[in-house]
C-alpha cells in the first residue's frame, strides 16, 4: 500500500484532533508499540463468570508482525476485540494493556472512537455479517474517512478506489456501487481489509484477514501487508492458516483454552515446535502429503490412517451421474454491462467420486454449484442427472427427485433460522415420508452419523461452535438422503483442527453411504486433499480438469500454474519434507 500524501497526513492529524488525543506522541524504536501483560478477560460475574483469557503478556514493535494462532475457541478472536476495546458489555478486562505507552484502560469511549481506524485499524472476520448488507460496499469503505475528515467528499472516493484496486478488487468504480450481498465472499472481505486500511494505522489488527480468499488475492493481500511492515507499521494477525502465518509473521503466540502455552520466533515455533498442541496443529494441514490419510484422531482412528479419500476412483466406463453441458449464466450489473459468469461450463461426476471445483473469487464456481443444485437456470446449457433432464425441468417436475441433490454451505450459521432448534433444523429437512413416530429416531441417526450428541437437539445455532454447526448443516444435507452433496467452501471459516475433522466426517460419510461431492474451495490444500478430480475455472470458463494427482503435479494450463506458483511456502515445504 502506497502511503497517503503528505497533504493528507496534514489532513488526518488536524482532523484527529491531534492535540487531544490522548495517545498521540512518539513512538520509541525498539520498544513495543503496543504490550500486554497479564492480560485477562471474563464474562459473566460470580458462579456464572467465565475466564476466557487467561493472564497472557506478548507485545508487538513497529515494523513487526506477532500472529496469534489457535483452535476456535482458545481465545485469540476475544483477545484482538479486547485490543481495539471491543470485549462488549458484560465483559471484566484485568491486566495492564499499552499503546504507544499510554495505558488503554484509561480511555474513554470517545477516545477511543478518535484512534479507531486512524491509528489502530481491525479487519473483522466474517465479512457477510460485519458489512451493512444495505449500503454499498464504497460508502461502507468511506465511513472511516468522513468520520475522521479526510478531505472533501471527491477526494474520499478516489480513495475509495484506489482502496479497492489495492486490495484486488477487479473494476473497482462499479463494485464500489454494489451492495454486499451482490459481492462474492473473497469481495467482501477485500473491502473490509480496505476499510480497515483506509486511514493507514499504525497499528493493523487482522482476524482472519484471508479467510475467504483465493491464494492468488491472498498473496496480494499479503504482499500488501509486508509493504505496511517495512513502513514500519506493526501488525497482530489472528490466524488458523500456519501456512500464512509462516510468511508473514515474526513471531508467533499459540493460544490453548485462554492461555499462550507456546510464544517465539516464527521459524522456531513452526519448525520446531515443542508443545504437542502445536505439532497437532501442524498435523492438521490437508495437503498433497495428506491425500488418502486422517488428519485428526476424533473418531479414535490413529492420525495417519487410511480414510475413504484413499479408494480408487470410479471406473471410467461407468456412466455418469450427473452431467453438465454447456452451462452458460449471464448477468447484468449495475452499470448496465451483461457479463458471462459461467462460459460453457461442462463437466461429469460418478457415483462415489469427489469433483474438486477450484478458482479465484469471481470466476464462476459458486454460480456453476448454484446451476447444479437447481436454484439458479442456466441461459444455455442444461445439467442431466441419471441422464434425464434436470435443470430444464420446471420446479414442480423437479420437486419430486430434488432429495437426490444437497447442499453444505460456507456460513451454515446465515443460512440457518436463528429462531429454530437443532431438532427443528433437522426435522424441517427430513422428506414427507417420514412419520411423526419414526421422525426423532432419524434425527437421533442423523447427529450419530456426523459425530454430535442428542444434547444438541435442544440447542439453538448461536450457542453452536463453529465446528458443530457445519456438523449440523451436513446432518441437514443428509437428511432427504442425497447421492450427490454439493460442498460451497464448506472449511473456509474453519480453523485447522476442526476442519480437519469436518474433512475426516466427509470422507467417512463418503464410504459409509456412496456420496458423490462436488467439492468447492479456493484452497488448494484442501482440494488435493478430498478430490478424485478437479477442474479448474477462471473467468467463468473451465481452462483444466482431469486426475487431481496429474492436474497438481504437472498443471498443463499457465492459469493453474499461476495458482499452484502463489500457494504458501509451508504447505509446500511441509510435502518436501515429507511430514
Known sequence: MTAPAQSDKNLLIASAEHDQNPLSGPEQPGKSLLAATDLRVTFGSGHLAREVVGGISFGVRPGECLAIVGQSGSGKSVTARTLIGLTGDGSQVSGRLEFD????????????????????????????????????????????????????????RA??????????????????????????????????????????????????????????????????????????????????????????????????????????????????????????????????????????????????????????????????????????????????????????????????????????SGSGKTTTGRIVLAVTRPDEGEVRLHGQPWTSLSERQRRARRQHVGVVYQDPLSSFDPRWTVRRILSDALPAAYANGSRPARIGELLQQVGLSDDMLDRRPLLLSGGQRQRVAIARALAPEPEIIVCDEPVSALDVSIQAQVLDLFADLQDQLGLSYIFISHDLGVIHHMSDRVVVMTHGRIVEQGDADAIFSHPAHPYTQRLLASLPQLSLQSELSGR
Do not use: N
Not at 135 to 142: F, L, Q
Not at 150 to 156: H, S
Not at 279 to 296: K, V
Open 159 to 360: 480513495r475509495v478506489i484506489e482502496l479497492l484496486r489495492q486490495v484486488g478488487v477487479p473494476e473497482p468504480e462499479m463494485r464500489s456501487r454494489q451492495l454486499p450481498g451482490e459481492l462474492s465472499g473473497g469481495l467482501r472481505q477485500r473491502a473490509l481489509i480496505a476499510t480497515a486500511i483506509a486511514l493507514d494505522p499504525q497499528l493493523l489488527i487482522a482476524d482472519e484477514p484471508t479467510t475467504a480468499l483465493d491464494v492468488t488475492i491472498q498473496a496480494q493481500i499479503l504482499g500488501l501487508l509486508e509493504e505496511s511492515k517495512r513502513r514500519d507499521r506493526a501488525l497482530i494477525v489472528i490466524s488458523h492458516d500456519l501456512a500464512v502465518v509462516g510468511r508473514l509473521a515474526d513471531r508467533v503466540a499459540v493460544m490453548r483454552d485462554g492461555l499462550i502455552v507456546e510464544q517465539g520466533a516464527t521459524a522456531d515455533i513452526l519448525g520446531r515446535p515443542q508443545h504437542p498442541y502445536t505439532q497437532s496443529l501442524l498435523d492438521a494441514i490437508p495437503s498433497a502429503h495428506s491425500r488418502g490419510t486422517r488428519l485428526s484422531d476424533s473418531s479414535g482412528a490413529a492420525r495417519g490412517a487410511v480414510t475413504a479419500a484413499a479408494r480408487p476412483a470410479a471406473p471410467t466406463g461407468q456412466a455418469p451421474l450427473l452431467v453438465a453441458d454447456g452451462l452458460v449464466k449471464r448477468y447484468k450489473g449495475p452499470d448496465g454491462k451483461v457479463r458471462t459468469v459461467v462460459d460453457k461450463v461442462s463437466f461429469e461426476l460418478r457415483q462415489g467420486e469427489t469433483l474438486g471445483v477450484v478458482g479465484e
Open 101 to 156: 505507552g499510554r495505558d488503554l484502560a484509561t480511555l474513554t469511549e470517545r477516545q477511543w472512537r478518535l484512534i479507531r481506524g486512524a491509528r489502530i485499524g481491525f479487519i473483522l472476520q466474517d465479512a457477510l455479517v460485519s458489512l451493512d448488507a444495505v449500503r454499498p460496499v464504497g460508502r461502507e469503505i468511506a465511513e472511516p474517512l468522513r468520520l475522521h475528515r479526510y478531505g472533501p467528499a471527491a477526494v474520499r
